[in-house]
């Protein structure tokens, strides 16, 4: 066990709460009646269902597939049968809905026949993600990026594993590593072998002295493997913070740890890793912090996915407030749930449920007062003052060039801001405006694409019916000519007579650069013709049509042949008269 | 002689302020400096337009109009040669940066009648600078020029977005902006 | 007064050098005017670029980029209801004028619609096909049409032509992929400018 030697810029220590719910062990929560499982649990697209209502599906069964590499897995986390795939309120901050697949419980809890694969080590890596993969899992510490996706990084030297839990109220982490280490550490092993990591590195706030020794204790004995306390600041479980913790290098702007060759992951997915692998087990279930004074329990709960928190919020021993606020997550990167009957979904960490003496409602905000504190806290190193006036007034080349999109909405600046301003909502605000402008200029680069295209084509065709109409014209024109010269014979017959040799005459005169370039255009229409009739000729062929069609075909073949040969030696005969 | 020209160039950048100190050039200064990129695009000009127009005009001082016996008409004639340099400024710019031309708009050609730049040239024969020299006074009267545009472009893109009261906002904070900045500058008397 | 008094006569003389030096500078800038010519006006591009591409027509000119075309002779910039008060806002910070509100007479500030064809009701007679810009409707004479909805920018030109009215403009809500979080409102005020109704 080291200390850490590095640490980074800022950061907050609030007051931590965690001996509300760290002194109970996990509790295994009972199963719902109704299980609510969202579609999309995760950063990327939705999942699409492969199960129907009414179908009775297992503990374990696939119910929703990935649509794409962005997706994850969704799978039943009970027995029971579909009674619903219908849009139902989910835990998002908007309070929309979104589509669920609803399952009535039965209370058997059976299971589908599932093995894991107790020699990964003989798997290569894409097997062994491609379980992952099919296991549904994602980030369990709170964002919820696909775990496969990430584990498919190349050149990885350190795999980092994130025991943190920096937020205060939370200790589902802490309680994990304190009871469940040995599997973590195999689940770490697994993710090692993945990714082809030379080292692993733990790292562990030093709040948490039971799990540090637990963890210590299950660890291989190996140089290649650290066990790293630092000391608790808040947001040091932050991706980028800890990697510049435990390894004193920082990820560029705009970049992911694998571009330095790291690979971070928190110690719940290393454990759900391992039940994937080894157990053959989905990801159906997780550990969630039930916290809060408005509970007269406080622990952690190992809930199925897509228990509806009223249901679990009964359980604990709920007291409704005068202002109901329920917090999915903790009390600094949490939301405000829409609704108590929401489920629990894959990234629901914690249900903090405060009463108002314990989390009093925000102040007014005042003017800033450019004292320079976010700017001192914020672990990023971004400006937040500076961000907060370009926000306000929109500019969002400034807000570019001062690199909002690293925000990692850790709310330290808000914490710290003497008139209680709320940055973070001005950034997120901000950086939703900044995507529906791109989304915006990106539609308007089509649409002036198919304008242009559509102009295009409009000219062509004004051109090609220019061109047939002057052909049909110059044609009426001769004939009409023709005919004019000879309506006053007398004898029809004579007439006619006149008629053919003015035709011949006609004829001739095709030696004229201008009309040879008409008998031109007309035997290149001819071979047009012919080369068509040819191919739909074969077609018929292959198609096994009728021989009255086949003989008509051919014969047409032939008919064209012949026209061409004609105007071939009758050019050929003008040449020669030339 | 390189302390010479030192101290000249501090001179005219920082204690001799052509903007903050001896209040010329406001114009520009006032109407071109909202923004950054406007406010450097309008310096690189400026600085062109005062060393071509200082060199020139010592020219013609010293190679026409005094041999002439004609110095009184120094003012007309360096108006013209002013005048011409600017045009030709203009188009090299409206070539180079279309967008510039269009944002600059008529602060361009009133470069003509920036009077930091007509200053220069009569305060060169004044102090009765050789060739190098005037030239040299001409550029560290562009460089100081260039760098109170830039800076104060700079606060006025802050003070636009800042929490500034209704009945201050847009020229008014602007020029105590300037004030203040005029204030700080005296603070170099003394020192070229 | 002879030849050599009238050249040394300081009238002439100052006459003598302004023409020369006028013609001298004359000619360098005439040259200067050919060597450094401009064709076209390149700030077309940049100002058709912030444009919404809807080529609806609602700013009186035939499509966006005549409307760029005119902005860039000087004609105001507030003409576009597609593009809102966001367009106007960074055509003015481009150009370097003052934003204006909306100019109502070409229309107002609507949320953004799609259209829809019930195709119950259509009777496949391409004029909507003919009428939309960006070929945004799927169809042929006598058969079916259909309007592309991903492609479609909103911009009305089909509901008109179509002679059985079955083309309505469906307004596009967010949903739960385009939901974003709103600024805060209302804070920060100093008490004097809340009188006045305009916060700094």
Not at chain 1, 154 to 181: F, Q, S
Not at chain 1, 431 to 453: N, V
Not at chain 1, 544 to 566: C, M, N, W, Y
Not at chain 3, 98 to 121: M, N, S, W, Y
């Amino acid at each position: 066990m080291n200390s850490a030697e590095y640490t980074f810029h800022g950061g907050i220590r609030p007051v931590e709460h965690k001996e509300d719910s760290n002194t109970t062990p996990i509790e295994m929560a009972p199963i719902p009646p109704m299980l609510v499982l969202p579609l999309q649990q995760h950063i990327g697209s939705a999942a699409q269902a492969c199960v129907n209502t009414g179908e009775y599906v297992y503990k374990g069964q696939l119910i929703a597939q990935a649509a794409d590499a962005n997706g994850a897995n969704v799978h039943a986390s009970s027995s029971g049968h579909v009674v619903a795939i219908e849009p139902r309120l989910i835990a998002h901050p908007s309070g929309m809905q979104d589509t669920c697949v609803v399952i009535e419980t039965d209370g058997l809890d059976a299971a589908i026949d599932a093995s894991g694969y107790p020699n990964w080590q003989n798997l290569d890596r894409t097997e062994l993600c491609n379980i992952v993969r099919w296991s549904g899992i994602v980030g369990l510490g709170g964002a919820g990026f696909p775990t496969d996706r990430k584990l498919n990084a190349k050149n990885i030297k350190t795999l980092v594993i994130n025991g943190t839990e920096c937020e205060p109220y939370i200790t589902a982490d802490d309680l994990c590593m304190r009871e469940r280490a040995e599997a973590i550490i195999r689940g770490c092993e697994i993710l090692k072998h993945i990714v082809g990591a030379d080292s692993v590195i733990v790292g562990i706030e030093d709040n948490k002295p039971e799990a540090i020794e637990s963890m210590g204790k299950a660890m291989p004995s190996s140089p290649d493997w650290k066990l790293v306390t630092f000391p608790t600041k808040y947001p040091s479980g932050g991706e980028k913070q800890l990697i510049e913790i435990l390894t004193g290098r920082q990820v560029p702007r705009g970049g992911l740890p694998a571009d330095i060759g790291i690979v971070c992951q928190n110690v719940g997915t290393a454990l759900a890793v391992k039940e994937a692998i080894e157990d053959g087990k989905p990801l159906i279930s997780r550990i969630t912090t039930f916290t809060g004074q408005a509970l007269s329990r406080r622990g952690n709960l190992e809930v199925r996915l897509g228990t509806p928190v009223s249901y679990l919020l009964d359980y604990m021993g709920y007291t409704e407030q005068k202002v109901p606020r329920l917090i999915m997550g903790g009390p600094m990167m949490g939301f405000i749930l829409p609704d108590a009957g929401v489920p629990i979904v894959k990234t629901t960490n914690c249900i903090l449920a405060p009463d108002s003496a314990e989390l009093p409602l925000p102040k007014p905000a005042q003017p800033c007062i450019r004292c320079g504190f976010c700017a001192e806290a914020c672990p990023a190193t971004l400006l937040p003052q500076q961000l907060f006036w370009h926000s306000k007034s929109g500019n969002s080349d400034q807000l570019e060039k001062h690199a909002l999109s690293d925000c990692i909405e850790c709310g330290v600046c808000s914490y710290v801001c003497p008139s209680s301003i709320p940055l973070v909502q001005y950034f997120r605000a901000a950086k939703h405006e900044i995507r529906t402008h791109r989304a915006q200029q990106l539609q308007a680069e089509k649409a002036l694409e198919r304008f242009e295209a559509r102009q295009q084509r409009l000219e062509r065709e004004a051109l090609e019916r220019e061109a047939t109409r002057a052909a049909r014209k110059a044609a009426a024109k001769a004939k009409a000519e023709e005919s004019s010269r000879f309506a006053d014979e007398a004898d029809p017959v004579q007439a006619a007579i006149e008629r053919a040799k003015a035709k011949k005459a006609r004829l001739i005169q095709q030696n004229q650069p201008g009309a040879q370039q008409n008998a031109e255009t007309a035997l290149q229409n001819l071979k047009a013709k012919l080369a068509s009739q040819q191919s739909s000729l074969q077609q018929a062929e292959v198609d096994g049509k009728g021989d009255k069609i086949i003989t008509a075909l051919h014969a047409s073949v032939s008919r064209l042949e012949q026209q061409i040969a004609e105007s071939n030696t009758e050019a050929s005969s003008q040449d020669a008269e030339k | 002689m390189i302390t010479e020209y030192a101290s000249l160039l501090l001179a005219s950048v920082l204690v001799n302020n052509f903007v903050l100190v001896q209040f010329l050039g406001l114009c520009p200064f006032m109407g071109v400096s909202s923004k950054v990129e406007t406010a450097i695009g309008m310096s690189m000009a400026t600085t062109f337009v005062l060393t071509l127009a200082s060199a020139t005009s010592h020219l013609v001082f010293y190679g026409i109009l005094e041999p002439l016996g004609l110095e009184y008409l120094r003012t007309i004639s360096f108006i013209l040669v002013i005048a011409v340099v600017v045009q030709f400024t203009e188009m090299v710019v409206r070539k180079s940066s279309p967008l510039l031309h269009r944002v600059l708009g008529v602060f361009l050609p009133l470069i003509t009648t920036n009077c930091a730049v007509l200053g220069v040239a009569l305060l060169n024969i004044n102090k009765a600078h050789s060739f190098v020299t005037s030239l040299w006074y001409g550029f560290g009267a562009a460089l100081g020029f260039s760098l109170v545009l830039i800076l104060f472009s700079a606060m006025r893109e802050r003070i636009a977005v800042a929490d500034v009261p209704q009945i201050f906002q847009g020229p008014a904070i602007a020029m105590i902006a300037a004030g203040l900045m005029s204030l700080a500058f005296l603070g170099f008397a003394g020192l070229a | 007064m002879n030849m050599a008094e009238f050249f040394l006569n300081d009238l002439t003389q100052t006459v003598l050098v302004f023409l020369a030096l006028g013609g001298l500078f004359g000619l360098l800038l005439g040259y200067a005017s050919i060597r450094f010519k401009v064709e076209g006006d390149p700030i077309v591009e940049q100002i058709n670029a912030l444009l919404p591409q809807t080529q609806c027509g609602q700013c009186s000119h035939p499509g966006c980029r005549p409307y760029a075309e005119a902005i860039a002779q000087g004609e105001a910039i507030n003409k576009c209801p597609p593009g809102g008060e966001d367009t106007i806002h960074r055509l003015a910070d481009l150009l370097g004028v003052d934003p204006q509100p909306l100019d109502g007479e070409h229309g107002i500030e609507k949320p953004k619609t799609v259209a829809f064809i019930r195709e119950a009701e259509c009777i496949g007679c391409t004029k909507c096909i003919q009428a939309c810009p960006v070929d945004a409707i799927l169809g042929a004479a006598k058969l079916m049409h259909t309007v592309i909805a991903q492609e479609c920018t909103g911009c009305d030109l089909c509901v008109e032509p179509c002679p059985v009215d079955c083309i309505d403009m469906i307004e596009v809500t967010t949903n739960i992929k385009t939901w974003g979080w709103e600024a805060p409102q209302n804070d920060g005020i100093i008490a004097t400018d809340r009188m006045s109704g305009k916060a700094a």
